[in-house]
């Protein structure tokens, strides 16, 4: 089996105890580990596989306490770097069973630099995944393109999360060209209803999918909440329901449909039987708040959410 590297933010998340709208009726949070890449790598280790981890947390307190928690899950830490000069970066999310409002106080995750020993990661790796977090401001920027410019000698797949939110943007005025840049790379794109309207602004959701493919994406996946995913290989759309029971918080679930997608990917299943086990783990995420709580076994929530009638 060859590799997975996931790039991208490191954080926590501090999500508001109680259900709220706005975060400005909030006023206690939960402290958790999050950033996305950082909730893949971590859901993918309870499922047997061993991602690295490209990341960067400052050298204080909240720093220390992901990098504990990363050694906990046994997460490879041999490319998280760590920033003296920089804070570890801070998320304050709403807890909600919708799209969560949220309020970045970012620093290390975007002074990500190149590691000369990718090299010798770089030739076994299958796929390479990255957010529009990391494209948003320099120098992680820089590092991604030059990551992606060696990747492309090893036939690496960049699959990409288009979480674009304006407020994330350094330069707000070259963020979509940015991202199209990126784009005419991806073998994968799952975006959500909610990213592709703050990318291509309201369209239906089959020209959403149009729209990503003609921007050169290969494939696919639009997850549309309740309503499950649209998946497409550019040849065939197939709708797949959510197969969610119970929905508590939302946050995670979108790293967890990711988690379940790539396992999937790596046991050679195709784009449309991953994306199911993905919304499998996507509807066990709902369950529970925050996004690090532990996942048991890919089998058990197979039995749970696909169990055939």
């Known amino acids: 089996m060859?590799?997975?590297?996931?790039l991208g933010e490191s954080l926590i998340d501090f999500v508001s105890q109680n259900y709220s709208h706005e975060l400005k009726s909030v006023s206690t949070f939960t402290r958790h580990a999050g950033g996305s890449p950082a909730?893949?790598?971590?859901?993918l280790i309870d499922f047997g596989i061993n991602p690295y981890l490209i990341t960067r947390v400052g050298n204080d307190p909240f720093g220390k306490f992901l990098i504990e928690e990363f050694k906990g899950k046994k997460i490879n830490t041999s490319f998280v770097q760590i920033d003296s000069e920089h804070n570890t970066s801070i998320?304050?999310?709403?807890?909600?069973?919708?799209?969560?409002?949220f309020m970045p106080l970012r620093s290390a995750d975007y002074f990500l630099e190149y590691d000369d020993r990718l090299?010798?990661?770089?030739?076994?790796?299958?796929?390479f995944h990255i957010s529009a977090w990391?494209?948003?401001?320099?120098?992680?920027?820089?590092?991604?393109?030059?990551i992606l410019k060696e990747a492309k000698s090893?036939?690496?797949?960049?699959c990409f999360d288009p979480n674009y939110r304006k407020v994330l943007w350094e330069n707000k005025n070259n963020a979509l060209d940015i991202i199209k840049q990126i784009l005419k790379k991806t073998w994968l794109c799952k975006p959500s209803d909610d990213d592709a309207?703050?990318?291509?602004?309201?369209d239906t959701f089959e020209n959403y999918i149009s729209r990503f493919h003609r921007a050169g994406a290969k494939n696919v996946i639009l997850t549309i909440g309740k309503d499950g995913a649209l998946v497409s290989d550019g040849k065939t759309i197939k709708h797949l329901p959510s197969v969610a029971k119970e929905v508590i918080d939302s946050t995670g679930a979108g790293d967890g449909f990711w988690s379940g997608l790539y396992y999937s990917l790596l046991q050679g299943k195709d784009l449309f039987s991953a994306a199911e086990t993905g919304g499998a783990v996507a509807a066990y995420r709902l369950k529970s708040i925050g996004s690090d709580e532990s996942l048991p076994n890919i089998e058990v929530i197979s039995e749970e959410f696909l169990a055939l009638d």
């Open 2 to 6: 060859r590799e997975i590297i996931i």
């Open 39 to 43: 909730n893949i790598a971590s859901n």
């Open 91 to 101: 998320v304050f999310v709403s807890k909600s069973p919708d799209t969560p409002q």
């Open 119 to 127: 090299w010798e990661i770089l030739c076994t790796t299958e796929y």
């Open 134 to 146: 990391a494209i948003s401001h320099n120098p992680v920027r820089t590092t991604v393109f030059r």
């Open 154 to 158: 090893f036939n690496t797949r960049l």
């Open 197 to 202: 309207f703050h990318i291509f602004g309201k």
